[in-house]
Each structure stands twice: as structure tokens, then as C-alpha cells.
């Protein structure tokens, strides 16, 4: 996994073109910064008081001057607005209420992600996988309250807002994972709404995509039958959603495939066997704030429950 993540590695066109922007920003913020600081020094220098000299002139007003750098201010600022704008067109899509590739929903503290596809629809959470090269319409919505959408390192932070889809592109131009970040506070666990990009080739994409409509593994060991009974009958079912036991509109992430994600509750953990036990336990532990609570599960329950979510690949 990538680590570090900086609007400085652009992996996208859309992200390049906001790279460029912000360096050449930053040089021309730099220049004027050198030539003020430059004049100062020089005028401190220069005329500084020295023993004996008498008091100087007082000069009052230069109407060239103010002529000339209020003019010179305002053609800087709309030299960068032309860039800003020029910079927006290209990295955000023209055409509103196309048919988005992905819809994410952003949650109180995770992601849903939706591909609606002609063969069925595929629905996973907080890792999202695209084909490199490729660009894709994302549409942005929100399920309660706003949240922000950005992976640095492929493009534009845009809001999610309820009632408001929002769309923007989602595309790499290398292979690879890009980590991005819920950028609006929502809450507790704001911090823990991490998002995984996982730009592959388009045969593995595409693999990976009907994998994902597909449903649930078939438990086969004693445990992890009994841990799909525990999901059944306990309250996990309520919020969870593992096509194939259950289905309709979940209001949890979806746990179908949930053995084939590396990380839990959005970032907050690698999902290993002991890490989704200690989940199970006490998700308030993990994630400050998670709607998830504990459910006073046994030991053994917990063994059982995670022996049949290891099985969800
Ligand atoms: Cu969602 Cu911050």
C-alpha cells in the first residue's frame, strides 16, 4: 500500500493538471514573495537612519504607482483565474446526469461503493477497483451528512451531500493503489473513512468485478456454518448484507466478499482473523463513535463469526 499520498505524484491527467497549477502558483506567489521581501531588505539598507543625517523628506502619494500596481495586481489575478478555471474544466467532467461507472455513497464512517453494470450490480465498501488507463464517471452521493471524496494522487476533492450527487473522474494512468481520504469533517470518525484505490489491468478488473456480483461462498466447515446461523440470528443481518443469505439495501457495508478487502472499518485496521475478533468485540475501541455496537458476543461466538467471514472471499 501506498503510503505516502501528495497532490505532488499525479497519477491521472485530471491530477496533473491540478499539479501543475499549484507549482506554478507556488513559483509565482515565491517571485513576488522574493521581490517584496527583496525591496524591503534593499529599502532597510538604504535608507536607514545614520548619525547626523537629518530627518528626510516626507513624500506623499504617487498617483503612477498606485495606477501601476493596482493594474499589475489585478492581471495577476486574472492570469491565475484563467489557470484556476482552465484547471477545473479539465479536471471535472462537463456533462451532468451522464451514467456514472461507480456510484460511492459516503456513510458515517465508510464508503459504499456501487457498479452498476448491465449483468446485476456489484456492491462492495471502502476499496474501490478501476481499470488502469481507463477513465470512469464517479457519482458522489451521501447518506447523512456531508462527507468529501478525495484521493490525492488521481484527481479533485469533491463533496458528498445529501440529496446532491456530485460527479467527478476516477482514473490512473499506472497501476497500483492510491490511498484517499475522507476530506470534510463528519464526525468522530472522520479520520477512519479511508478510502483504497486499486488501479488493476482490465483483465483482472474485470475479473475482479464479476467476482464481486457473485454470491457468498457456501460455509463449509462446522464453524463457520455456525457463524452464518450467529449472522442470521443475531442482529448482524439487520445492517449487513451477504448476497446470497441475505440481500436487499443494507445500511452497513456489505460483507459478501469481505475477505477479499485488506483492510477493516475503512482503513481503521488490516483485516486479519484476530483484528475482525477484536472488531466483533468492541467496535467503539477501534473506531470512536462507529454505529456498530458491541454485541457481548462469546468467545466462541466470535470464533465462529470470524472463521465464516475468513470463508467470504
Ligand atoms: Cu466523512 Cu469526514
Redesign the pocket.
Known amino acids: 500500500m501506498s503510503q505516502i499520498t501528495s497532490i505532488f505524484h499525479p497519477s491521472s491527467p485530471e491530477a496533473q493538471s491540478i499539479y501543475n497549477l499549484t507549482i506554478w502558483i507556488i513559483a509565482l506567489c515565491g517571485c513576488i514573495f522574493a521581490l517584496v521581501a527583496g525591496l524591503v531588505t534593499f529599502a532597510c539598507i538604504r535608507f536607514r537612519a545614520r548619525a547626523g543625517s537629518p530627518e528626510p523628506e516626507p513624500n506623499y502619494g504617487n498617483t503612477w504607482l498606485e495606477i501601476s500596481w493596482t493594474s499589475g495586481l489585478l492581471l495577476i489575478l486574472a492570469v491565475v483565474m484563467f489557470f484556476t478555471v482552465k484547471t477545473m474544466i479539465e479536471s471535472s467532467p462537463s456533462d451532468f446526469g451522464l451514467k456514472p461507472d461507480l456510484i460511492v455513497v459516503?456513510h458515517?464512517?465508510w464508503w459504499e461503493i456501487r457498479y452498476p453494470t448491465d449483468a446485476g450490480e456489484a456492491i462492495t465498501a471502502n476499496e474501490i477497483h478501476i481499470p488502469v488507463g481507463q477513465r470512469l464517471l464517479l457519482e458522489l452521493r451521501a447518506a447523512d451528512v456531508i462527507?468529501?471524496f478525495w484521493v490525492p494522487e488521481l484527481g479533485r476533492k469533491i463533496d458528498a451531500i445529501p440529496g446532491h450527487p456530485n460527479q467527478i473522474w476516477l482514473h490512473a494512468e499506472n497501476e497500483g493503489e492510491f490511498q484517499g481520504f475522507?476530506?470534510?469533517?463528519?464526525g468522530a470518525s472522520?479520520a477512519w473513512?479511508k478510502i483504497r484505490v486499486i488501479a488493476e489491468n482490465h483483465s483482472e478488473f474485470d475479473r475482479w468485478l464479476s467476482h464481486m456480483k457473485e454470491s457468498a461462498q457456501i460455509p463449509t466447515s462446522e464453524a463457520a456454518k455456525r457463524g452464518l446461523a450467529i449472522f442470521q440470528n443475531k442482529t448482524c443481518v439487520n445492517c449487513h448484507r451477504i448476497s446470497g443469505p441475505t440481500n436487499g439495501d443494507p445500511i452497513g457495508p456489505d460483507l459478501t466478499h469481505l475477505s477479499s478487502r485488506e483492510t477493516l472499518g475503512a482503513g481503521a485496521l488490516q483485516n486479519t482473523k484476530f483484528n475482525l475478533a477484536r472488531w466483533l468485540e468492541n467496535p467503539d475501541a477501534i473506531k470512536p463513535g462507529a454505529h456498530m455496537p458491541s454485541f457481548g458476543l462469546t468467545k466462541s461466538e466470535i470464533d465462529d463469526l470470524t472463521s465464516y467471514f475468513e470463508g467470504l472471499l
Not at 475522507?182 to 463528519?186: G, L, S
Request: aromatic share 16%; glycine share 8%; charged share 15%.
Open positions: 459516503g458515517q464512517w462527507h468529501d475522507c476530506a470534510e469533517f463528519c472522520h473513512m
